[in-house]
């Protein structure tokens, strides 16, 4: 096998933990370090490069250069943002609670740096291993309402406040999408274990056959994006990420051309940085979570394991990038919509199509139920998202226009 | 109004009205301007716009001026136009001294004035659907093509907004060697820009479900409000003065105006980019024709004109620009008055918002497509 | 709006297009990176108005005569002329102090429109940020003041035709001053000859002394012109 980086980076940390097999309370410590510190360091790392990352990429997409002055290719203005962020001002409005306003920023962090203790970052390799980690994982994710609101409310600022309410029924509406397309794929693998759903997406019997053509296509084929159940539902799940996450094209509780930044509105100095960090990591929490539900995990060809997973999780936050480069915001009202109307109804009936696929991979085997599944499961689904839009659509919108040309 | 859904009202819910003052620094008013209002939720249920931040005094200003010191500050009205401004002055000011203008400088004009339609189009386009939430890139291309356009005119005339060109009976400068070939150029390649930016926003999922049906204003609303411009011809009116004045050469020009059905802001968004369209068409053949011979017409450049008065009016990207003159013989305007599109337009704002929400005001702003410069001159 | 979402994927294969175009194409990239490259200034572009001088010294080579026909026709009202005075406090034809407040130009031109002398023109100079907002924005006849040569860097065509100009005039009022004398003098001699043939009519002394003051006159007026200030220039 060839997820090695995973096994050697397993055994320089059992290593490291037995050096201290003598002094038990020591052991835990460093067990507990080590588990936590790389992790919090990496992923703040891949912070300033993924700020980085969306600053040029968003750069070029709106034919600018983006930054360019700090370091190569500007790729030290992460730390030189951090430092501006650390020398400002922390403003604190006069008549805010300021005990809430202090501790909005901090309550957003931590859920985020638990969310990423959950992700398989690749074979065995998980900060927080548990059975049922991806259910763990939601539950601590929806803390973010919580400091969301906080920091809306306490600041005492009215657009702070919409952007407060506007996050709760933004994040708890979409949770439900969120949680229930990822019940189809619970459901598949039978599973909790967020390593075991990875497993799933492997083909067993082809990686065992010894046969390289195979042992590469079998770490590839099996994920479920590949599915038709599976990509409609990464569709809904990625949609509903985006909500979660408040990013674009369902970032309205900070919408800048509306609410100014709605909740971060009063936000300064370094607990805005916070805010920014937390926001990012979650986003690239969720982004992982998708990919060891969707893309397969940490499993690829040739280099399986750590490299992989962090190629896709990179990969799904450009595309995070790419549509906020390209698309408008939606409105609060048709945000709400979208999500009880379309994308519930949608997920719900994912379920069942992906009941009916396992039932069908076991009966008439996997080739004619991944034929079927994409003529008849992909067709119902599609017919279902056609009707419902239709459905929900106002009689007055009528989507193309002809417009007169008059002497 | 359509229906909007059912939702509670603050009576049974026990809640207040929320106040919010929106504005005069906020990143989508458009400038400084400010709007107090009224939320139920996030429904707008009043809507008071205030301005005034921006007075500079232009009017009384200009009495004090002669007629050609005014110029340069016409720049200054709607500071993304200002060959139109000149020109729609220009205009009214030559009509106090009845002045022949020679075949090639009516040429420039035009061909300025439909360069400066381009600009104020596909900029209003990227700030509205700035106002949408993306997050600028809409924007940026539009800057992209602007900027060249804004090139032309610094070869022109010197500097790239305030431009100061037209003068009383004529054009200041001719053009530089080789402006017309560059022109053709820019012009011949925007119908290329105007192809991607349709592909990136008309048929857009989301540009629709927001704009379309938002800020709906009627054919006899809008006529009521006295609109004028693209966002009157958006609710259905074929009013375009320069099919109905035919100032300037406009008669010669083989264009089309195009004319919406429903009034709202997707609407006001489509028939601008279609006007783009026209104006390319106007400026293909006004390059094409554009003679030889002077661009001025021999006028001193302190006049005194005889007492009477007048009202000069052009249509400007944004809608009818007039100036009202009073003339007392003496070689300062006695009066003088500027009848901004942006000022009149936004009078519709309040009657468009009521019921919308908070995010529809902003792009209902937007799609009047207002600049603060014009509205509190 | 189906499963997918078609006009969105149109857009986002725009957006896609411009971030890999902007790799390859200088029309995708229009940015500009300021303070390496100044070539946001091409030779009409105009800015804050200058002073000419012609040759070497900024005194004596002034084109200006403070006529203070800028100064009033400035619509802003941001140029200020005091007048030069020699020893004997006698007005001089060259300005004294000569102020301009770039804070308050709006770079119209009309200065420049209004100028007998070719004296007054545009800079294209655009760096003008200063540290101290009144005095420092202030500018003075010594800094106002830059020599032809500059101009010519600057506007090249424009500088050009304005020195056309000059050599035009001065070649006009050469040729009209030589006209005039040629004119005062064919008159002179008529009237010498006409007071001749009178003095040989009546052969009288004082009628001749009188013909001689006249031919003065004369050549007194045709002398005027030389105070024209253009002709200082050559
Ligand atoms: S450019 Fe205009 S504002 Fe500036 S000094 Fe000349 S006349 Fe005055
Ligand atoms: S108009 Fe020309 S010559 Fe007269 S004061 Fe102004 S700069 Fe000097």
Redesign the pocket.
């Known amino acids: 096998m060839n997820n090695f980086i995973d096994y050697k980076l397993i055994e320089l940390g059992q290593w490291t933990v037995g050096l201290f097999n003598d002094y038990p309370v020591v052991q835990i410590l460093v067990h507990l370090l080590l588990a936590t510190l790389p992790l919090t360091l990496v992923f703040m790392g891949a912070f300033g490069f993924s700020t980085w990352l969306e600053r040029k990429g968003l750069a070029r997409i709106q034919n600018r250069l983006g930054p360019n002055r700090v370091g190569i290719f500007g790729l030290l203005q992460p730390l030189a943002d951090g430092i501006k962020m650390l020398l400002k001002e922390d403003i604190v409005p006069d008549r805010s609670d300021k005990l809430f306003h202090f501790l909005a920023p901090v309550m957003l962090m931590v859920p985020a740096f638990i969310a990423v203790g959950f992700l398989p970052l690749g074979d065995g390799l998980m900060a927080l291993p548990m059975d049922s980690a991806i259910l763990f994982f939601f539950a601590v994710g929806s803390l973010n309402t919580i400091a969301v609101f906080m920091a809306g409310w306490s600041s005492r600022n009215k657009y702070s406040l919409l952007g407060g309410m506007r996050a709760v029924a933004q994040m708890i509406s979409y949770e439900i999408p969120l949680v229930l397309s990822a019940v189809a794929v619970i459901m598949f693998s039978g599973s909790l274990n967020a390593q075991e759903i990875v497993a799933s997406q492997q083909i067993q019997s082809w990686l065992a056959s010894g046969n390289l053509v195979k042992e590469f296509f079998g770490q590839i084929l099996g994920w479920h994006i590949f599915k038709p159940w599976g990509f409609a539902g990464f569709i809904f799940f990625f949609v509903a990420a985006l909500a979660e996450a408040n990013r674009s094209p369902f970032d309205l509780p900070e919408a800048d051309s509306e609410i100014i930044a709605g909740h971060l509105t009063e936000y300064s100095g370094f607990k805005y940085a916070i805010f920014f960090m937390a926001e990012y990591i979650s986003a690239f929490a969720i982004a992982g979570i998708a990919t060891t539900l969707f893309l397969g995990g940490w499993s690829g060809p040739v280099i399986a394991g750590l490299p992989w997973f962090i190629i896709k999780m990179f990969s799904l936050f450009a595309v995070m990038i790419w549509i906020r480069g390209t698309l408008p915001r939606l409105r609060v009202d048709q945000l709400m919509g979208y999500a009880w109307k379309f994308l519930l109804p949608l997920a719900i009936l994912n379920i069942f199509v992906a009941g009916f696929y396992y039932f069908a991979e076991q009966q008439f085997g996997s080739l004619a139920a991944f034929i079927g599944g994409w003529v008849i499961g992909f067709g119902i689904l599609q017919t279902a998202a056609k009707g419902l839009s239709r459905l929900n659509k106002s009689p007055t919108l009528d989507g193309k226009r002809v417009y007169q040309l008059v002497e | 109004m359509p229906a909007r859904g059912y939702h509670l009202s603050k009576d049974e819910l026990g809640a207040d009205i929320l106040e919010v003052a929106m504005g005069p620094h906020h990143p989508s008013t458009h400038g400084v301007f400010r709007m107090d209002l009224k939320l139920d939720g996030e429904t707008v249920v009043d809507l008071k716009p205030i301005f005034g931040y921006l007075h500079r005094n232009h009017e009384k200003l200009a009495e004090d001026i002669p007629y050609l010191g005014c110029m340069p500050f016409t720049d200054r009205l709607d500071y993304l136009c200002g060959m139109t401004n000149n020109w729609a002055f220009a205009l009214s000011a030559e009509q106090l001294i009845e002045i022949e203008i020679p075949e090639r400088a009516q040429y420039i004009r035009v061909i300025c004035a439909e360069l400066t339609r381009l600009i104020n189009h596909c900029l209003l386009v990227g700030f509205f659907i700035n106002d949408l939430g993306a997050l600028g890139t809409p924007l940026l291309y539009a800057l992209r093509e602007r900027e060249k356009i804004l090139d032309l005119f610094e070869t022109l005339s010197g500097a790239r907004m305030m431009v100061n060109y037209m003068r009383f009976g004529g054009v200041r400068c001719d053009l530089p060697d080789g402006w017309l070939q560059e022109c053709e150029r820019i012009v011949g390649r925007f119908p290329a820009f105007l192809d991607e930016y349709e592909t990136l926003l008309k048929d857009n999922e989301i540009v629709i479900t927001r704009s379309q049906n938002v800020g709906v204003l009627t054919q006899e609303e809008a006529t009521n409000f006295s609109i004028t411009g693209p966002m009157l011809r958006a609710s259905g009116v074929n009013y375009d003065i320069r099919k109905v004045d035919k100032y300037g050469i406009y008669d010669r020009f083989d264009f089309k105006v195009p004319i919406g059905a429903h009034g709202d802001c997707y609407d006001r968004f489509m028939v601008r980019m279609l006007e783009m369209r026209e104006s390319i068409k106007i400026l293909k053949q006004a390059i094409a024709d554009i003679p030889e011979g002077p661009i001025m017409g021999n006028e001193p450049r302190v006049f005194k004109p005889d007492p009477q008065e007048t009202y000069g009016r052009i249509e400007s990207p944004k809608g009818e620009l007039g100036f009202y003159l009073i003339a007392d013989g003496t070689t300062n305007p006695y009066r003088y008055k500027v009848r901004p599109p942006s000022f009149v337009n936004l009078t519709a704002l309040r009657h468009m918002c009521i019921g919308h929400k908070v995010a529809d005001a902003v792009i209902i702003l937007g799609s009047i497509d207002i600049v603060l410069g014009e509205v509190d001159r | 709006m189906s499963l997918i979402a078609k006009g969105i994927l149109q857009g986002m294969a725009v957006t896609a297009k411009n971030f890999i175009q902007s790799y390859y194409k200088k029309e995708r990239l229009p940015t500009v990176e300021y303070p390496e490259e100044k070539s946001t200034v091409n030779q009409f572009t105009r800015n804050i108005p200058f002073?000419v001088y012609d040759g070497e010294d900024e005194i004596e080579g002034m084109?200006?005569?403070?006529?203070?026909?800028?100064?009033k026709a400035c619509p802003p009202q941001c140029?200020y002329?005091i007048k030069d005075t020699d020893e004997n406090d006698k007005p001089i034809k060259r300005?004294k102090v000569?102020d301009i407040d770039s804070s308050v130009c709006m770079s119209c031109q009309l200065?420049v429109e209004?100028?007998?002398?070719e004296?007054?023109r545009m800079d294209s100079e655009f760096e003008l940020s200063n540290e101290n907002r009144f005095e420092g924005l202030l500018i003075n006849r010594d800094e106002l003041l830059k020599s032809n040569e500059y101009y010519h860097e600057i506007h090249p065509i424009e500088a050009q035709e304005t020195d056309d100009r000059i050599a035009a005039k001065i070649a006009e009022a050469e040729t009209k001053k030589k006209a005039r004398e040629e004119k005062a003098r064919l008159a002179a001699e008529a009237k010498q000859a006409a007071a001749a043939m009178k003095a040989a009519e009546e052969a009288a002394a004082e009628t001749e002394t009188s013909a001689t003051e006249q031919a003065q006159q004369s050549e007194a007026k045709a002398e005027a012109p030389e105070d024209n200030p253009e002709t200082k220039n050559t």
Do not use: G, H
């Open positions: 002073l084109r200006c005569t403070a006529c203070k026909l800028c100064e140029i002329i300005p000569f200065c209004v100028c007998p002398f004296s007054i």
